[in-house]
Every structure is written in C-alpha cells, then in structure tokens.
C-alpha cells in the first residue's frame, strides 16, 4: 500500500552545487506520527520544502497523498498544513485576522470560516488575545498562533518545521500535547525537532537523514535495540576540561573491561556502553577505587533516541549545543 | 475568480497592515505637503519668472501630486521583500492562492493608496487656491493619471526588491533616483528657465510626460504656456503621450516584476 509521502531516491542540488539531499527513500503511513531527524544541515529542510511543493526538486521522486509534488502540487497545497522553521505570522494582523486570512487562502469562508477559526482559537488558547495584534504577543502565543493557521482548512497532513524550538518548557509541552490530539484524530504529523524525549514518546517511527542521506530508519524501539547495549554514565569528581581523570578514567576501562562497547565523553565524566549495563557496576566501582578514580555518580540506563542519534550521525542533537554555548557564555564572563 | 478573490483578501491584508502603520502614510505625505505648503510659498515668485501671472502653487501641484505617486511606489518594494525574509511568502506558497494574485493584491493597494493620498494634497491645494481649470472631470482624470504612474512606478520597486531581496538597495535607489529625476523634469520648474542639456534631459524624462498631462488638466493650458487664464481645456495630445509613457513603463517594470516573482516562486 502507497504511503500518504512516498519518496524515492529524492535528490536536490543547489544552483551553487551544494547537495542537499543526495537520493534518500522513506514513506510515511497515513495517521503515522513520524519524526525525521538529523543535525543541521542534514537536508531536513530542503526534503520539507520540497514535500510541500514550495522548492523543485532535481530528480527522484515524491508524492504526498498519492499527488506528485510537481503535477499536482495545487491539489497536495489543498491538503497540507505547513510550519517553517521560523515563525510566520503578520504582526500587524489580530490572530484572528491572521487564521482568517489563512482560511481565505485554503478557499474558505463566511460562518463556516468563522466557526472554525473560533474553534481552533479555544484549542490553542488564545481566545483572550484573539483580537489583539499578533506583534504585541510572546514567543510561545505567536507560535500557537502559527500552528493554528495552518490549521484553518482541517489539512489531512501536518509538516512541521521544529515546531517548538527556542519556546519555554510549558509552551513546548503545550504544543506536543495537541500535536498527540491532532494525530489521535486521524491526521499524519511529519516532524523534525530537536526534542528526542517526545520523539520517543511520540512518534510511530522515524528516520535519520546525515549529509543529505538517511542514514536510519524504523520505530524508536527498533532502534534504541540496535544499539545493543545500555550505557552507564560515569560521573567522575575532579573532572577537568584537560581532561586529566576522563584519560586515567579511559584507561582503566579499556583495559580492564573487554565488554565495553564504546567510551564518549560527557558533561560530567564518561559514557560508557555496554551490553548488560548493570552487572559491570560493582566491577567498575571497584577497578576505579583499585586506581584511585573517584567516582561522583553512577547510572545505568537502556539506550535512548540521544544513543541512536549519536550512533549514525557521530553527533549529539542537542546537548552539544547547549554545552557550546555554555561555554561561550563562561568565557565571555571571565574576560569582563 | 480565485485570482480575483485571492487578489482582494490580499489587498485587505495591506490596507490593514498600511492604516495600522499610520507612519508609512505619513513618510510619503510629508515630503509633498512641505513642498505645497512651505516651498511654493518660499518660491512664490518663481511663478513670475515662468511667465506674467503665473501662480507657482498651482504650477507646481501637478509636480507634487506625482511626487507623492513617485515616493509612495518606492515602499512596494521593500513590503514584499519584508514577506519574503520573513518567511510570509513562503507560507502563502504552500497554500493554493494564485500565485499571481499575491502580486497584484499589493500593486492594488499601492494605486489605492496614491489615490487617497492624492485627494489629501488636492484638497489642501484646494485651500491654496488650485482648482482645475478642467472642471471635476479635471480632478478625476488628475487621479487616474497618478495612480496609473503610481502602478507603473512602483514595478521598478518590486522588481529592485525581489531581484536584491533587500530593502536597504531598494530605499537607496529610491533616494538615489528621487532628485535627479525629479529636478530634471518639468514637476517642479519649467524648461524655459533650464540650460540646453538639462532641457534635453526633461524633455526624455518620463516624469515630465506625466506631469505635463497633469499640469495642461489642472492649468487647461497647453504645454509651455503658463500664464493661469488659459481656455484650451484638455490638451489630448500631451495626454496621450503622457498615457503611452506610463504604459510602456507599466510593460517593462511589471513585466520584469512578474517574471522575477515567477522565479522566486518557483
């Protein structure tokens, strides 16, 4: 059975040679929650853009609810709902002004256009500031604003941009909440965010894309067991940013322990996997106290969507960035 | 009728977005009503060197008046470069509205906006004394010219804003081109006080062709007469030329306008 997106050795290349997206394949169910992860400039993006008939394409091929994305672009633009990365409202414009116009748009109008924007208002929770202007709303108002005007015209099919990046907690939690609603009734949700934990928590399956190619795919189950081990996080006291316990540290377990998998680097000390997580504790625990290595913490933990991220793309999603900046922040700081 | 109805939401969309910046209006009005109010009296009798009985407050009303249409234009540009940064137009491209009409219901809005703004100069006009001598038909025929030159003329903004994508290019040409082809042309003086070269200059200036079919409509003077009793009434020659000067500008800068949008939309 044809998916609702069915794509097939998809390729972009830029006029400047850049390649975007070098011959990817997936297809998505329809009423499938579906993530498509990577880091930046993994051809996230560029492969929306062109699912949403927004960019061409240089070969392959793409359909989305059995539409060719060129042919038929005008019937697939009539059941699409789309949210870019950046958050597109018209400040000048009321909310409802702006799902009004949304609506008018998609072909809509009089008291059915108005019920429905009233409607979509309460479920967003922005009938108090409905008829404010959208400039003077916060951050986490407009993109609900946003959200609800690709809404208007009840798409069969949602692709959202990183929906809830750079929003506070309760407004990220909010929008996950009614992303889980509008997928319960019926409509396919096509997602990249940065926010593994509600991946997991959400999406049927998902695909990684790394360089413009995917380079995994299937539901977050299959591929946290592909990892085969649980990783145990080390916290280690004295840590260094030379690192100096971290390398005696690594020393220790690469000798000593043949069924360690892989050792990263983390904020506190080490991530180590491992097949069995649990039963190396007390061998660690004692190899490092052999050493001298204090330890300031200790967890195991079955491998999570941040494991199988690291795993294909060499990457962490998420984390690294905000260690980065951390450490901008500190040097900044220091230097006043 | 998608294209009509698409074209309308989207010229309400501006007129909202235009009278809830009420600045904008004002930007592209002050010049002119400081030229009407304060620079016709400065030069009050410059009217008596362009010939005996000459008012220059209604000399140079038709000038103004195409002044506003010329400054005004200038903002269409850097509008839709605003919806393309940010990410606005991408947003109503992954919906069905006709493509076409995403244009058109701004370059809509731009001629409305040069006609409102046109009657507020004539009416303070009007209280300075300058009435067509052409009657209302006079008045009217004043607007339509306008804003056919506001059309015309706001396709170099649009054009300039979707081939740089960047306001500041598009405001720094405006500002570039405002006074040359202003002060080269008839809206503000006459040939006859111009040395040759600059003379030669007016007389291609696409500006004058417009401003001396409005100026014969106000004055009902024949081109280079200037004295304020004349009776010739509507000279149709200097109108029509007039009307096949903004014709062919609409022709290139729209046309290069549709074809530009057609590659940023595609």
């Not at chain 1, 359909?63 to 009539?78: L, M, P, T, W, Y």
């Not at chain 2, 006709?98 to 209280?127: E, P």
């Not at chain 2, 607007?143 to 396709?155: N, R």
């Not at chain 2, 080269?184 to 004058?208: C, E, F, G, Q, R």
Request: with cysteine.
């Amino acid at each position: 059975m044809p998916g609702i997106v069915d794509v097939s050795q998809l390729v972009k290349t830029y006029g400047d040679g850049t390649k975007a997206v070098k011959g990817i394949s997936f297809n998505v169910s329809e009423g499938e929650f579906f993530g498509f992860l990577g880091p930046n400039g993994a051809g996230k993006s560029t492969t929306i853009k062109i699912l949403t008939t927004i960019l061409r394409k240089t070969s392959g091929s793409a359909s989305v609810a059995g539409f060719d994305v060129e042919k038929d672009a005008a019937k697939i633009r009539k059941i699409i709902g789309v949210q870019n990365q950046e958050t597109v409202v018209d400040e000048d414009l009321t909310g409802r002004e702006n799902m009004i116009l949304q609506g008018e748009l998609q072909q809509m109008h009089g008291q059915a256009l108005r019920d429905r924007v009233d409607e979509l208002l309460k479920i967003v929770d922005l009938v108090d500031a409905a008829d404010k202007r959208a400039g003077f709303y916060s951050g986490g108002m407009k993109k609900r604003l946003d959200l609800a005007t690709t809404l208007v015209h009840n798409p069969k099919i949602l692709f959202l941009d990183e929906p809830t990046t750079g929003l506070d907690p309760q407004s990220r939690a909010a929008i996950w909440a009614y992303l889980k609603q509008l997928n319960e009734q019926g409509i396919t949700i096509f997602i990249t965010t940065q926010y593994l934990e509600e991946v997991d928590r959400l999406c049927r399956r998902l695909a990684i894309v790394d360089l413009g190619e995917i380079v995994a795919q299937g539901t977050p189950a299959d591929l946290k067991q592909e990892i085969g081990a649980d990783s145990i996080s080390l916290g280690l006291e004295n840590t260094t940013m030379n690192g100096g316990t971290r390398e005696k540290a690594k020393q220790v377990l690469e000798n000593k322990f043949d069924r360690v998998s892989n050792i990263v680097n983390s904020d506190i000390g080490l991530t180590v996997y491992a097949k069995n997580g649990s039963f190396l504790v007390p061998e660690i625990v004692r190899a490092f106290d052999d050493a001298g290595i204090k330890l300031s913490s200790i967890t195991v933990s079955s491998p999570t969507l941040d494991d199988v991220f690291l795993k294909h793309t060499g990457k962490r999603i998420r984390v690294e960035e905000v260690t980065s900046a951390n450490y901008r922040g500190m040097f900044s700081r220091r230097r006043r | 009728m998608s294209f009509l109805l698409d074209s309308l939401h989207l010229f309400v969309r501006w007129m909202k977005k235009l009278v809830r910046n009420p600045i904008l209006i004002f930007f592209s009005l002050f010049q002119p009503v400081i030229f009407l109010v304060l620079f016709t009296q400065l030069f009050n009798k410059f009217g008596a060197l362009l010939g005996p009985g000459v008012s220059y407050t209604v000399f140079a009303t038709a000038g103004i008046v195409l002044q506003n249409a010329f400054s005004s234009a200038f903002q269409s540009g850097t509008a839709v470069v605003d919806d393309i940064r940010s990410g606005f137009l991408t947003k109503m491209l992954a919906t069905p509205v006709n493509r076409t009409a995403i244009l058109f219901g701004r370059i809509l809005s731009d001629a409305f906006r040069v006609v409102v703004q046109t009657v507020i100069i004539l009416v303070l006009a009007y209280a300075l004394g300058v009435f067509p001598e052409t009657g209302f038909l006079g008045y009217l025929l004043v607007i339509f010219t306008v804003a056919a030159f506001g059309l015309a003329w706001s396709g170099i903004s649009l054009a300039l804003g979707l081939k740089t994508k960047s306001a500041e290019t598009v405001f720094g040409i405006a500002g570039f081109l405002t006074f040359p082809l202003l002060f080269m042309s008839t809206a503000l003086v006459s040939t006859s006080v111009m040395p040759d070269w600059m003379k030669t200059v007016s007389n291609y200036n696409p500006i004058s062709f417009a401003v001396n079919a409005m100026r014969n409509m106000i004055t009902g003077c024949p081109p280079g007469q200037l004295s304020s009793n004349c009776t010739t009434g509507f000279d149709w020659s200097t109108i029509l030329q007039a009307y096949g000067v903004i014709a062919l500008i609409g022709v290139l800068t729209l046309g290069a306008t549709l074809y530009l949008f057609r590659k940023v939309v595609s």
